[in-house]
């Protein structure tokens, strides 16, 4: 494989372009796939952040891996909503914001962007909270863990390129391979798991509100308003050509099946406890325990997970933030831009961080509030997030037969509208009626 | 539609060679237009449910809210 740099006319202008020369059809396609990958990989796996690694762990403490099936059918959920994104991304070459602002009006843009940076500080704060907590468990001080961590995100972001964050980012996602290696070293009881994973069925005990709860909480760590904003910002960043939308689908597909795998090993890390006879209290609490029973590798390992599961979601929660502010408000947003260039993009990263970290190290802060409030306010904002995205892949206008979505597209997304509607419903039933469902 | 610079093959002699551009040293490519678009022009039936759509995100938030009150201990009984 040769890199050379070439001329290529266009208009008036001839700038040199960078090129890769490789000589058979499979390492063209190989190589084509490697640069366009990203965005999907980052997307997805930064979903798994430190709110989903307590929510699945606690699914497997407390209901083994009798709720596998759910997350079989999220996967194909999660792919059909970001791929959406992926074609609007591409073929508008502009953010979810910006196309929120552009096609719907004032009223709705402030109030999506309102929502999502409200939404997103207060994960922000579940994810230095995490961070909090595992540093504490593996007795290096918060005051010194909180800090260094969010001076990394920081620095991670305000280099001036998009490739070295991008990079940087996959490393820490691939890193999550380690719940693989972690999930079969606590002996996964495999019969029970294809069961449960292929079989739909409530676990015993029945329709508990625990379990409501649970599931609310499941589908809505998996599927986030924020992964919206992400990936289409992420996309336009990257400049995406029309000729890579296939590869970004690949990409967009494989970081949806690594995320349920990942998130499968969680739940069976979970259900290695509930095995054990051990009490859930948190993932931190979860992880000592195991650490007694299956050695100080497993401990190591799931609190080391947890503040990457922290860290990846937090660099990319703050960005799809100050990547919407930054569209709606006409600044420059690139991560390929020096500090000097987009002063209000990077300030707005960097004050998200800042301030979630400041808050979780204050004493008596009521994070126990905020993480409620963080699950129920996601809950309400997703499916009017992806009505918007609906509406915005049938704007023929805006996309022409190309992009537009197909009847079949509009027939599973509409599917997925309505189903997420019921949750969110029956999210506000329990709010109104604590004792709608049997206590459990 | 086709990319200024789509990765290309070339035919040298009797070699083929693949050509490919990462998207960031790519040029840029015309994306479709969306500057003189304006607001989405909607059916009855849509702005309905727009407007459906905003009562209930606006009582599903004072929802939140005396959610979020209950359980900080404000109505005292919970």
């Known amino acids: ?440 | 539609m086709t990319s200024l610079t789509e990765n290309r093959k070339l035919d040298q002699g009797a070699e083929n060679f693949f050509q490919v551009v990462h998207p960031l040293d790519d040029l840029p490519e015309q994306k479709l237009n969306t500057a003189n678009l304006g607001p989405m022009s909607m059916t009855r039936s849509v702005r309905f449910s727009l407007l459906a759509l905003r009562a209930y995100l606006v009582l599903m938030m004072l929802l939140v809210f005396y959610h979020v009150l209950g359980i900080a201990g404000v109505f005292g009984g919970r």
């Open chain 1, 1 to 440: 494989m040769n890199t050379i740099l070439t001329n290529i006319t266009a208009g008036e202008a001839t700038p040199q372009v960078r090129m890769r020369v490789v000589r058979t059809k499979w390492a063209h396609s190989l190589l084509t796939f490697l640069m366009v990958c990203g965005p999907g990989l980052i997307v997805m796996e930064a979903d798994n952040d430190a709110g989903a690694v307590s929510t699945y762990i606690q699914a497997g403490a407390q209901y083994g891996s009798s709720l596998l099936w759910l997350l079989v059918l999220l996967l194909p959920i999660a792919y059909f909503i970001q791929e959406m994104v992926v074609r609007l991304g591409i073929a508008t070459g502009e953010g979810h914001a910006a196309m929120i602002y552009k096609r719907f009006g004032k009223w709705w843009g402030r109030f999506s962007l309102v929502d999502l940076q409200l939404v997103n500080f207060l994960t922000l704060v579940t994810e230095f909270a995490a961070i909090h907590l595992a540093f504490r468990t593996m007795c290096i001080p918060p005051q010194i863990g909180v800090p260094m961590a969010a001076i990394a995100l920081i620095v991670l972001v305000v280099t001036g390129s998009y490739l070295r964050w991008e990079r940087t980012v996959i490393f820490l996602c691939l890193l999550d391979l380690a719940w693989l290696f972690l999930a079969f070293r606590l002996r996964p009881p495999m019969a029970e798991i294809a069961r449960g994973a292929a079989w739909p069925s409530l676990p015993a005990g029945g329709l508990t509100a625990g379990l409501v709860f649970l599931v609310i909480a499941i589908v809505g760590t998996t599927i986030a308003p924020w992964q919206l904003f992400f990936q289409q910002s992420c996309v336009a960043d990257k400049r995406l050509r029309f000729s890579d939308l296939k590869w970004a689908r690949l990409d967009t597909l494989i970081g949806a099946c690594f995320t349920i795998v990942v998130a499968a090993c969680m739940m069976l890390a979970g259900n290695a406890s509930r095995a054990n006879g051990l009490h859930f209290t948190d993932p931190a609490q979860l992880a000592a325990d195991l650490g007694a029973v299956a050695g100080p590798a497993v401990r190591a390992g799931i609190l080391l997970l947890m503040i990457n599961a922290a860290v990846l979601g937090t660099t990319a929660i703050s960005l799809s933030s100050a990547w919407a502010y930054g569209e709606v408000r006409g600044w420059p947003h690139s991560l390929q831009m020096p500090m000097r260039e987009a002063p209000g993009f990077y300030a707005v990263y960097i004050g998200c961080i800042a301030a979630a970290a400041a808050i979780v190290l204050i004493p008596g802060a009521p994070l126990q509030l905020i993480i409620v409030s963080v699950q129920v306010l996601a809950g309400i904002m997703l499916p009017s997030a992806i009505i918007f995205l609906q509406l915005l892949l049938n704007d023929k206008e805006l996309l022409g037969q190309e992009f537009c979505n197909k009847p079949w597209n509009n027939r599973v997304n509409w599917t997925i509208i309505v189903l997420l509607f019921v949750l969110s419903l029956v999210l506000a039933a329990q709010v109104v009626l604590p004792n709608l469902f049997p206590a459990g």
